[in-house]
T-cell receptor
Framework: GQNIDQPTEMTATEGAIVQINCTYQ??????LFWYQQHAGEAPTFLSY??LDGLEEKGRFSSFLSRSKGYSYLLLKELQMKDSASYLC??????????WGAGTKLIIKP | DAMVIQNPRYQVTQFGKPVTLSCSQT?????MYWYQQKSSQAPKLLFH???????NEADTPDNFQSRRPNTSFCFLDIRSPGLGDAAMYLC????????????FGPGTRLTVL
């Protein structure tokens, strides 16, 4: 079966750095996405990785290792507004998005 | 601004009373998706359209139907809503330059009384 694993919940402090991990086992791989979802709202696109390595976009970076079936989302200089769920999703061989259940990130002052 | 619009944002219906949710897009994307998302769960794909080609997920209940009359609009019909159908319904589109990235509308939260 296809599976995406990410921690259910994480807590971090305002101004700090946090890394949210995602491991996946899918039938094929055509890219990995990270989305941010605030409570009661729709997911918003953060990043897309299809090649190994680090993609940096402002305070957010995303890393991919295809051989390990592993990705992480790195958030720097955390702000209170970063409190949200972060969803990892993999595009499989049929170009279907396989979603993780999301990691709820709690930011404390 | 190009966007994905969903109406209504909040919908209350009674058990068994049909309801229709709508989605429109100004992104001119050729693929449209309907997802169901329950609290603290991953979005669950119900249907998707590649242009007018309809794709029904194998485990989508028959109670759910969809229509895409043109490129811009897509509808989700729930024929006889049950209490278990209370959820957030998300419409998404993909296409254009970043063809695999899905962009979501704000969602419709459905309450079934």
């Amino acid at each position: 079966g296809q599976n995406i694993d990410q921690p259910t919940e994480m807590t971090a402090t305002e101004g700090a750095i946090v890394q949210i991990n995602c491991t996946y086992q899918t039938s094929g791989f055509n890219g990995l996405f990270w989305y941010q979802q605030h409570a009661g709202e729709a997911p918003t696109f953060l990043s897309y990785n299809v090649l190994d390595g680090l993609e940096e976009k402002g305070r957010f970076s995303s890393f991919l290792s295809r051989s390990k079936g592993y990705s992480y989302l790195l958030l720097k200089e955390l702000q209170m507004k970063d409190s949200a769920s972060y969803l990892c999703a993999v595009l499989d061989s049929n170009y279907q998005l396989i979603w993780g259940a999301g990691t709820k990130l709690i930011i404390k002052p | 601004d190009a966007m994905v619009i969903q109406n209504p944002r909040y919908q209350v219906t009674q058990f068994g009373k049909p309801v229709t949710l709508s989605c429109s897009q100004t992104l001119n994307h050729n693929v449209m998706y309907w997802y169901q998302q329950k609290s603290s769960q991953a979005p669950k794909l119900l249907f998707h359209y590649y242009d007018k080609d309809f794709n029904n997920e194998a485990d989508t209940p028959d109670n759910f139907q969809s229509r895409r009359p043109n490129t811009s609009f897509c509808f989700l019909d729930i024929r006889s809503p049950g209490l278990g159908d209370a959820a957030m319904y998300l419409c998404a589109t993909s296409g254009g330059e970043q063809s695999d990235t899905q962009y979501f509308g704000p969602g419709t939260r459905l309450t079934v009384l």
